[in-house]
């Protein structure tokens, strides 16, 4: 690993390396526990504690294309197939599972995974309780590409993948929407929302407050393809397409840069921001740490 010697800053250590049986599909973090949720091309399911290590391993019919996970690892949903919604505990056994209307674009789990959101293809968003029962459903002029709960408030980010983003409420009430010119290709808010990030390509990071409004754009040296951030903002991840991964403070000064020895396929900042969960399309998970 030696492209880990080679960047600008106070570079990072690898705190641990996994690897998945195959490519991989989809990963996410619980930022109380630091435990990591995976999925595979195979159909597979892993549970990785703090330490890289896996806990809990089960295999689907089908790939688990994408999972969410409770901030405090109670709870974690899948996504397989076009529009079947899965929640397991942290067993990985399964407690229910529900076919959709339309194919399912995002999912997000609230941070006790007292709620699972979804949004699918034809606009048409839900909101689920822990035991299977619909809370709300909402419309959105575009579909939401990307979800994201608030950790201080009863409320979730949505961004579609061009022309919008909105805050709702678990009842399902918008509370505002602005307009987007730039395609997104990711989402982090902080845990009270008043920094939402979107990963804007060649537009950069651009920045919303709470309400809505614009708070300024971060530019990067690259086209930015994947955004994260801590609990509080302290610390800003974000990837390019040019294979560079960034970190950056709140101001947006410049921490470190790596260059990636593959392009990156999922990324997710621990509730510090003080270390980085990469993920690659081969299968290779690492957590990267500032000691």
Known sequence: MHWLQEGQGRLPVCLWSFTTDAPLADLKL???TGEVVASDHSGGIYLIDIEGRVRALTRLGQVAREVAFADNGATIAAVSGPSSLSLMNRKLAFQWTRQLPDSILATALAPYGEHVAVSLTDGMNAIYTLGNKKQ???QTPRPL?????LGTEAALIGAAEYGLISKIRLDGQILWSESLWSTVGGLAVTGNGESILLAGYMHGL???GNDGSAAGTLMLDGTASHVGQSF?????YSATLEQHLACLSKAGDLVY???LPEPLHRLQVTAMGDAVIVGFP??????LAML
């Open 30 to 32: 619980a930022r109380e």
């Open 136 to 138: 709300a459903t909402f």
């Open 145 to 149: 590409k990307h979800l994201a709960f």
């Open 206 to 208: 651009q920045m919303f």
């Open 232 to 236: 509080h903002q302290h610390r800003i």
């Open 257 to 259: 840069l790596l260059g």
């Open 282 to 287: 081969s299968g290779r998970i690492m957590k």
